[in-house]
């Protein structure tokens, strides 16, 4: 059975998982957007928020560059769209030049902060270990960390991404998450930016042994409530097959997250 109640994912978003979890559909801008996404971006997803008739049944969030957070806060505002961050530092203070703490993040109302992106574990050199010690960090400034695993096509094709993605899980999500404080965000290397995604059929494999893994940790019903999201070329066109499959809660989105109207038709596909 699912948790019961209302619980709360940030100040003023109450859901209620009775019934099944709650989609999230996530925008993960990376090193892109200026301050023209303030209008086009952040402003056009609070209008479509605006346009619907009824309280809309799916989580939507956008994780802007770190210096557009307060504007983009400020242009989300009561529209119900979460703002989130891209990274966070280990350390809640101190001498890391160019970091920024996870405190920092919620104080700017950040309900949500991505952690152990591969461009981030490629780039970085970001470990395991280290994602897992973002991810508490998150936690513990009281946001929600979506922590990001997926395997190389090399892996793929070595036939090893069950086995990479599962250790990734093992080891780079905190003991101590609950479906409030964790989202899980499956983006196989090789199919983010490049237009090829997973098979539904493939993805779902994954995403349901990401959920074993996760009662066989933290007990069936806690997992039953935590989100699993799919990430990897999601558009438009391939999004509602995807978010059909029973373990994908929401979709992680790159490049179509740079356009109103087609993060906007994601989101309708989780709605
Ligand atoms: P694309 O949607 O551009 O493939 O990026 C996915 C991703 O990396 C989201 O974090």
């Given at each position: 059975m699912?948790?019961?109640?209302?619980v709360?994912?940030g100040?003023?978003?109450?859901?209620n998982?009775t019934?099944g979890?709650r989609p999230l559909?996530?925008?993960n801008w990376?090193?892109n957007g200026g301050?023209?996404?303030v209008?086009?971006?952040?402003?056009?997803?609070?209008g479509h928020?605006a346009?619907?008739a009824?309280a809309?049944?799916f989580?939507?969030?956008?994780?802007?560059?770190?210096?557009?957070?307060?504007?983009i806060?400020a242009?989300?505002?009561?529209?119900?769209?979460l703002l989130?961050?891209?990274?966070c530092?280990?350390?809640a203070?101190?001498?890391?030049t160019?970091?920024?703490?996870?405190?920092?993040?919620?104080?700017?109302g950040?309900?949500?902060v991505?952690v152990g992106?591969?461009?981030r574990r490629t780039?970085h050199?970001?470990?395991?270990?280290?994602v897992?010690?973002?991810?508490?960090?998150?936690q513990?400034?009281?946001?929600?960390a979506?922590?990001c695993?997926?395997?190389t096509?090399?892996?793929?094709?070595a036939?090893?991404?069950l086995?990479v993605?599962?250790?990734q899980?093992?080891?780079?999500i905190?003991?101590?998450s609950?479906?409030e404080?964790l989202?899980?965000a499956?983006?196989?290397v090789?199919a983010i930016?490049?237009?090829?995604t997973?098979?539904?059929?493939?993805?779902?494999?994954?995403?349901?042994?990401?959920?074993t893994?996760?009662a066989?940790?933290f007990?069936?019903?806690?997992?039953?409530?935590?989100?699993?999201?799919?990430g990897?070329?999601m558009k438009?066109g391939?999004?509602?097959?995807?978010l059909?499959?029973p373990d994908?809660?929401g979709?992680?989105?790159?490049g179509a997250?740079?356009q109103a109207d087609?993060f906007w038709?994601i989101a309708q596909?989780?709605?």
């Amino acid at each position: 059975m699912l948790e019961e109640g209302p619980v709360d994912f940030g100040e003023g978003v109450e859901h209620n998982m009775t019934d099944g979890r709650r989609p999230l559909i996530a925008g993960n801008w990376k090193m892109n957007g200026g301050l023209d996404a303030v209008d086009d971006l952040a402003g056009a997803l609070a209008g479509h928020m605006a346009s619907l008739a009824a309280a809309p049944v799916f989580d939507m969030a956008v994780c802007p560059p770190f210096p557009l957070l307060p504007m983009i806060g400020a242009a989300i505002e009561e529209s119900g769209v979460l703002l989130g961050a891209q990274d966070c530092h280990a350390a809640a203070k101190g001498a890391h030049t160019g970091d920024t703490s996870a405190g920092l993040l919620a104080e700017l109302g950040c309900r949500l902060v991505i952690v152990g992106h591969s461009e981030r574990r490629t780039d970085h050199d970001e470990t395991d270990d280290l994602v897992r010690v973002k991810a508490e960090a998150a936690q513990a400034a009281g946001m929600a960390a979506i922590v990001c695993v997926g395997e190389t096509e090399a892996e793929r094709d070595a036939g090893r991404a069950l086995e990479v993605v599962i250790g990734q899980v093992a080891n780079s999500i905190p003991a101590a998450s609950t479906a409030e404080t964790l989202v899980v965000a499956y983006e196989p290397v090789w199919a983010i930016g490049t237009g090829k995604t997973a098979t539904p059929d493939d993805a779902q494999e994954v995403h349901g042994a990401i959920r074993t893994a996760l009662a066989e940790r933290f007990g069936g019903n806690a997992a039953a409530a935590m989100r699993i999201l799919y990430g990897g070329s999601m558009k438009p066109g391939n999004a509602a097959e995807l978010l059909a499959k029973p373990d994908i809660d929401g979709g992680l989105i790159g490049g179509a997250s740079l356009q109103a109207d087609d993060f906007w038709a994601i989101a309708q596909a989780a709605g």
